[in-house]
């Protein structure tokens, strides 16, 4: 049984470009959110992607950008890169029910240069 | 919004003593998750709380939910150095995770 799978696992962009991560959510898990975690920080909460609908949003701009495709399998899009959006993103997927939790990929380690 | 904090952010141990965070939250949670993180890695779910008073065993480890769903704490017996890592309590609900700062645990051999 798979479990959540990010890619890449690592990026360097130069600042002012845009970049895209995906995601494809565990076996059974319809719901994909994503977090940005800085060094020595908790996740942030960016948004979470329910029936290929963005349903709920983090303090994040609007440079943030997303997308679920009917795979339930999930895209972020980060336009004009700063160097502050330099970071570990995960991608956490979920199903109905919280009781087993959240669950996590990899993460892709994103550095803006 | 909804803060979650969590002390001490740091805990160094002798292999063998006990270890406790202590997760504090600005509003009644709903529930309460935890997370751990080894260094380098992503976070994994350890259990879910969603009673007033509830209490919680995996072994070694204890959680708690206070009686007021705004406060919560996890308790290490006999700490070995497998239990190293950030150790996160979030508020959650079924559309986003509130993580606190976390706690870092490191182990003595």
């Known amino acids: 049984d798979a479990g959540v799978t990010q890619s890449p696992t690592h990026l360097i962009k130069t600042r002012g470009q845009q970049v895209t991560l995906r995601c494809s959510p565990k076996?059974?898990?319809?719901?994909v959110s994503w977090y940005q975690q800085a060094l020595g920080q908790g996740p942030q909460f960016i948004f979470q992607?329910?029936?290929?609908?963005?349903?709920q949003r983090g303090n994040f701009p609007d440079r943030f950008s997303g997308h679920q495709f009917p795979n339930y399998s999930s895209e972020l899009n980060v336009n004009a890169l700063l160097l502050g959006d330099s970071a570990l993103y995960l991608c956490?997927?979920?199903?109905?029910?919280?009781?087993?939790?959240?669950?996590f990929g990899s993460g892709t380690r994103l550095t803006v240069v | 919004g909804q803060q979650v904090m969590q002390i001490p952010q740091y805990q160094h141990v002798q292999e063998g003593e006990d270890f406790t965070t202590y997760c504090n939250s600005s509003?009644?949670?709903?529930?309460i998750q935890w997370y751990k993180q080894r260094p380098g890695g992503h976070p994994v779910f350890l259990i879910q709380?969603?009673?007033?008073?509830e209490v919680k065993k995996q072994k070694r480890l204890t959680f708690q939910f206070g009686e007021a769903k705004k406060n919560s704490s996890l308790h290490i017996t006999a700490t070995q150095t497998t239990d190293v890592g950030t150790y996160f309590c979030?508020?959650?609900?079924?559309?986003?995770?509130?993580f606190g700062k976390g706690t870092l645990l490191t182990v003595n051999p």
């Open positions: 956490a997927s979920s199903s109905g029910t919280l009781n087993y939790g959240y669950t």
């Open positions: 709380l969603v009673k007033s008073g």
């Open positions: 979030c508020g959650g609900s079924n559309y986003k995770l509130t």
């Open positions: 076996s059974g898990h319809d719901t």
């Open positions: 992607y329910y029936e290929e609908e963005e349903r």
């Open positions: 509003t009644t949670l709903s529930n």
